[in-house]
C-alpha cells in the first residue's frame, strides 16, 4: 500500500482593498502558508487621482490645493515643499514672520500626524482604546489649526513668499499652553501603550531591517530612523528657520517595529519643542514678500526641494517653460517608497505581524497613489 | 408526567427570558463601560441614557437583509450559528440561581457544562469552513486552535475546587463555600484557590475570544474572522453566543469561586447577579485596556504556562488537603 501523499497548498489572500487595517484603498497581496506569510506584494493605484498630470494644467498658485490632496494628514508638509521648489525658482525670499509660522503650522502638524499614527498603531494591535485618547488631543490641534488656516485638512495656506494670513490673536498663548501640556499626554500614552508587555511582545523584532538595507530600500522617516541612522532632512539639510532651533534627533537601536513607534512619540516631544522656540522667537513683520507680477511665471528651469515629513523624506520637483503652468511637477512620495518595502520586511512573519509592520509603515494611501 | 413536563417547559422559557434580559444588561454595559474607559458618552439617544439602545441594536439585526455568499456550503452555513449558540445556551440548565432556584441539579454538573463547552469550537470550524472565505476559515481555524487549547486549563482548574469539594455539583460547591475562613474571610474558594481563580480569569478571557486573546475574529488582521461572511439574524446569534458565554463564565466563575449566592442582608440571586457582574466588569476592563497577542504566542502560553501553572495547582492542592 501506498501512502496518500500529503498536499500542502499556499493560500492567497488579498489584504485589501477594503480591509479595516491597510489606511485606506490599498491591497497587501499576501501568500500565506498556514500564518505564515511567504510572500507578499503590493497592489496599489486604487486612489491614483493624477494629481501630477492636473498640475500641469493648473496655474501655480492653484496647484497648492492639489498637493494638500496627497498626503492628507500632514498637507502643511506638502504646500511646504511645493512652495520651497517654486521659490527656488522665482528666487523670492521668504521674511522671517512667514518662515516661523510655517515652522510653528508644520510641526502643529506632525503632531497630528504621528498622534494619528500612534492610534491608528494600537487599533493595529488590537486595542481601540488608546486610539481614541490619541484623537482627543489631536482634535485640539486641528482647532488649532482651523483657527490659522480656517480649515482642518486641506489648507491652502502658503504661498510663493510666504503665507496667505497672519495668525489670529491668541493663537500663539493657545499653543503655547497646548504643547506645555503634550509631555504629559505622551506619558500617559506610553503607559498605555509603549510600556505595555503584550505591545512590546507584538513589536519588538519584527519587521527588523539593518540600516544599509533599510537606505538600498529607499526607507526615509521614523522606520529609517528606527536603525539608528540620524538621518533628518531638517538638520542633515536644512531648509526654512530649522537651523535656529535647537531640537534632537531621536533614533531607535533594532528597526523594528517597536523603534519606529518610540522614534515617532519622541518626535512629538521634539516638535513640541521646536514649536516653542519658534514661538519664542518669531519676530513681527510681513508675513509676505509682494511677487512682482500678478500671474506668477517663473522663469525657465527646474527646481528640487524635500522636506521631513512625518513620513519621511518629501521632494517635489518642478519644471518650468516659462508659462503660468508647471511643465512638469513630480511628486517623491515617502509614502510610496516607504510601501515597496512591506514584502521584504513582512515575509517570514505571521499575518498579524504583517499587519503590525504596515502600521509601523505609516503609509498614506492619497500620496502612494498620488 | 404531563405536570413534570410542563414544569421542565417552564423552567426552560424561564431560563431564555433571564438570560436574554441579561444579555442586554451586559451589552449595555459593555457600551457604557467602554466609553466611560475612552472619555466619551456612549449611547444616550435611545431611551434614557440609551438604555433602549441593545433592544434597538437587535431589532436592527433582525430586521437585515441575510446574505449568503454565492458559493457557500448553504446547509452548514445555516447550521453553524445554531452549533454555536444551542450549546452556550444549554449550559444555563445546571446553573443554581439560589439554593432551591435550580432547573436540574445533575450530579455531574461540571462535566456537563465541560462538555457542551467543547461543542463550541465545532461551530467555528463549520462557520469558517462553510462561508468559503478565507479570512473566515483562517479565522475558524484560529478560533478551534485556542478553544480547544485553553479549554483544558481551564478544566484544570477548576478540578482544584472540585477536590476541596468533593463533588461535582454545582449546587454541593456553592454550599461549599458556607462558613467562614480563620475567623474573618469568607470561605469561598477564591481564597482558598487563588491560583486557580487566576488561571480561570485568564482562560475565560480566552473562551470568550475577547481581547486580549480575540484572534479568531482579530478586526485589524482577519476583519471579522469566521463570521465575516455573516450578516443579519445569523452574525446576531454569533454574537449573541459569544455574549452569552461571556455572561455564562462570570456566572459560572461567580459560583464556583465567589460562593454563589452566599451573602448577608440582600436576597440570594441579587449576591449571585451582584459577583457576576464584578466578573463581567473586569471581562470588559481588560477587553478596553490591552492589546492583542499573536497567535502562536496565544498558543504558547495556553500549553506551556497555563497547563503546567494547573497541574502544579492540583498538585499543591493535593499536599494541602494531605496536610490539613
Known sequence: ?370 | MLDWIALKFLAGVGILVFLLLNLLVVTYLEMKIAADFQVRLGPMRVGWHGTLQPLADFLKLFLKEDVVPGKADRILFWLAPLIFFLPAFLLFLVVPLSENLVPQDLDIGLFYIFALATVMPVGIIVAGWSSNSKYSLIGGLRGAAQQISYEVPMLLSILGVVMLSGSLSLVDIVKAQDGLLLGFLPSWFVFLQPFGFLLYLIAVLAETNRVPFDIPEAESELVAGYFTEYSGIKFGIFFLAEYTMTFFLSLFGALVFLGGWQGPFLPPIVWLLIKTYVLIYFVIWVRWSLPRIRIDQILALGWKILLPAAFINIFLTAIFMEIG
Request: a neutral charge.
Open chain 1, 1 to 370: 500500500m501506498t501512502k496518500p501523499k500529503l498536499r500542502k497548498e499556499t493560500i492567497l489572500l488579498n489584504m485589501g482593498p477594503q480591509h479595516p487595517s491597510t489606511h485606506g484603498v490599498i491591497d497587501f497581496f499576501l501568500e500565506v502558508d498556514g500564518e505564515e506569510v511567504v510572500g507578499a506584494e503590493v497592489k496599489m493605484g486604487y486612489l491614483h487621482r493624477a494629481v501630477e498630470r492636473l498640475a500641469e494644467f493648473r496655474t501655480y498658485p492653484q496647484i497648492f490645493p492639489l498637493v494638500d490632496r496627497l498626503d492628507y494628514l500632514s498637507a502643511h508638509h506638502s504646500e511646504f515643499a511645493y512652495a520651497l521648489a517654486v521659490e527656488k525658482l522665482l528666487q523670492v525670499d521668504v521674511p522671517e514672520r512667514a518662515d516661523h509660522i510655517r515652522v510653528i503650522l508644520v510641526e502643529l502638524k506632525r503632531i497630528a500626524s504621528h498622534l494619528l499614527f500612534y492610534g491608528a498603531f494600537a487599533m493595529d494591535a488590537g486595542s481601540v482604546t488608546p486610539f481614541l485618547y490619541a484623537w482627543r488631543e489631536r482634535e485640539k490641534v486641528m482647532d488649532l489649526l482651523e483657527d490659522v488656516c480656517g480649515i482642518r485638512l486641506h489648507p491652502n495656506y502658503f504661498r510663493f513668499g510666504g503665507v496667505r494670513e497672519d495668525l489670529p490673536p491668541g493663537f500663539l498663548e493657545q499653543t503655547i499652553n497646548f504643547v506645555d501640556k503634550l509631555p504629559f499626554f505622551l506619558d500617559e500614552y506610553e503607559a498605555m501603550l509603549g510600556e505595555n508587555e503584550i505591545f512590546q511582545v507584538r513589536t519588538i523584532g519584527i519587521g527588523k531591517v539593518s540600516p544599509k538595507r533599510a537606505i538600498n530600500l529607499g526607507l526615509t522617516g521614523p522606520y529609517l530612523r528606527g536603525t539608528g541612522l540620524k538621518w533628518d532632512l531638517r538638520r542633515d539639510e536644512p531648509y526654512s528657520v530649522y537651523p535656529k532651533f535647537d531640537f534632537e534627533i531621536p533614533t531607535g537601536k533594532q528597526g523594528d517595529c517597536f523603534d519606529s513607534y518610540k522614534v515617532r512619540i519622541e518626535e512629538m516631544r521634539q516638535s513640541g519643542r521646536i514649536i516653542k522656540q519658534a514661538i519664542e522667537k518669531i519676530p513681527d513683520g510681513p508675513i509676505r514678500t509682494s511677487l512682482p507680477k500678478k500671474v506668477i511665471k517663473p522663469p525657465k528651469g527646474e527646481a528640487y526641494a524635500r522636506v521631513e515629513s512625518p513620513r519621511g523624506e518629501l521632494g517635489v520637483y518642478v519644471v518650468s517653460d516659462g508659462s503660468a503652468r508647471p511643465y512638469r511637477l513630480k511628486v517623491r512620495a515617502p509614502s510610496f517608497t516607504n510601501v515597496q518595502a512591506f514584502p521584504e520586511l513582512a515575509k517570514n512573519h505571521l499575518i498579524a505581524d504583517a499587519v503590525m509592520i504596515i502600521g509601523a509603515l505609516d503609509p498614506v494611501i492619497g500620496e502612494v497613489d498620488r
